[in-house]
């Protein structure tokens, strides 16, 4: 029965005497229930975090993620969970489409929130999210969250103690073959139709990634240019329970773009359903002392080529002040890493390094991307973080 107690309730006991965060989940489809996921590693922070209820349009998948979760409530609405279950935060891990409407209704009700990205999809949802959060006096943040992996966190230091100089150009790796467009053994386990439809696309599932880690690293653009199109306007689902689904493709699944951060230091990125493969590094920095390489996963997670780096010897560097060791807590707790982000800053005051000011100013480039695609211009932006 919604609402009531789930006889396999995992008892969440903190481990100092501050209570942790009482959390509502939005969603529960795949971000929120698949290994990677959050509800699966936030027992890792359950001395942080403790979930108390989730919600989800479909009852029956509320009830099972409930049951498998030791959730001790569960809902069929966003405002069914707001008005009963006794929480502090929600976290709102609904389709790209939903989240500014949802995310709006959160923070109006005086809770924190954790959001999948991007922020919304209209500036206009942005900015009312980030007004009725300063009004509720709540704190929110957005994924995606990789600038609080720790080979982001030593980049950003490297750059800002000018180790390779001042920064000429950046190419930025933030795009997969689609959902579904993969390889035939790795099985989409819902229908992706939607990631190709106006509202959705390439920009804001997998654009947002670089967006967030070159501004997080060089600090806000200030104009865009970009190329957008359709590069076919069928897909066919290559594996899984919907494998050989025909999709309908009408929101721009590939896009090229170019930053201007001001002072003749630029970055190129890619939002696409185009890459299959790729052995490059996920950014690449260029910069007037040398070279900066940043991966996302393997052996080697940062590298450094320093011009000089001993009198007349050039050549590659490891830095020795970071160590890839020291991400795996992060590693640990996968996409539950944002949820522990937000109940730390909830915890201490912090301002969130995922802040909604910083998803605002991604969500303006995206935008901007469109725009320039369409009108063959340049567009200026105005936010900053």
């Known amino acids: ?43 890792h922070i359950a001395d942080k975090v403790d979930v108390v209820a989730i919600a989800d349009p479909v009852i029956e998948r509320a009830e099972r993620a409930a049951a498998e979760f030791g959730i001790p409530q569960y809902y069929a609405s966003l405002t069914e969970m707001l008005e009963n279950a006794d929480i502090d935060a929600v976290a709102n891990l609904t389709p790209i489409p939903f989240h500014a409407a949802t995310s709006l209704e959160i923070v ?40 609080l992996f720790g080979q982001y966190a030593e980049a950003r230091r490297l ?20 959902p579904g467009g993969g390889q035939e053994d790795e099985a989409w386990p819902t229908d992706p139709t939607w990631f190709y439809q106006e509202g959705s696309g390439p920009l804001f599932d997998m654009g947002v990634y670089g967006i967030h880690e070159i501004t997080g690293l060089l600090g806000p653009a200030k104009r865009v240019t970009a190329f957008s199109g359709i590069t076919e306007p069928t897909r066919t689902v290559r594996g899984g329970p919907f494998k050989g689904t025909e999709i309908a493709v009408t929101a721009a699944d590939n896009n090229l773009f170019m930053l201007d951060f001001g002072g003749s230091t630029f970055a190129v990125v890619d939002g696409t359903f185009n890459v299959h493969a790729s052995k490059s590094p996920k950014v690449e920095i ?32 490891e830095p020795k002040s970071w160590r890839q060791s020291e991400n795996e807590h992060a590693n ?52 900053t973080f």
Request: proline share 4%; net charge neutral.
């Open 1 to 43: 029965m919604r609402g009531n107690a789930i006889s396999n309730m995992v008892d969440h006991v903190p481990t100092s005497s501050r209570k942790p965060l009482r959390l509502g989940i939005l969603g529960a489809g795949m971000i929120a229930t698949v290994d990677y996921g959050v509800l699966p590693n936030l027992h």
């Open 332 to 383: 640990l707790l996968r996409r539950a890493i944002i949820v522990e982000h937000l109940a730390d800053c909830v915890r201490t005051g912090e301002h969130p390094v995922l802040s909604a000011e910083h998803a605002r100013h991604a969500l303006e480039i995206m935008l901007a991307v469109s725009t320039s695609a369409c009108e063959g211009r340049v567009v200026d932006l105005t936010t």
């Open 159 to 178: 750059l800002d103690a000018d180790t390779v100089g001042k920064v000429a150009f950046a190419r930025v790796r933030s795009s997969h073959a689609g």
């Open 108 to 147: 109006r009700h005086g809770k924190h929130l954790v959001s999948e990205k991007p922020l919304a999809t209209t500036m206009e949802g942005a900015n009312a999210i980030i007004e009725a959060a300063a009004e509720s006096g709540v704190t929110v943040v957005c994924a995606p969250p990789d600038s």
């Open 286 to 317: 260029f910069a007037r002392q040398g070279t900066m390489n940043i991966y996302k996963q393997g052996s080697k997670l940062l590298e450094l080529y320093r011009a000089d780096a001993a009198p007349g010897l050039d050549g590659w560097i």
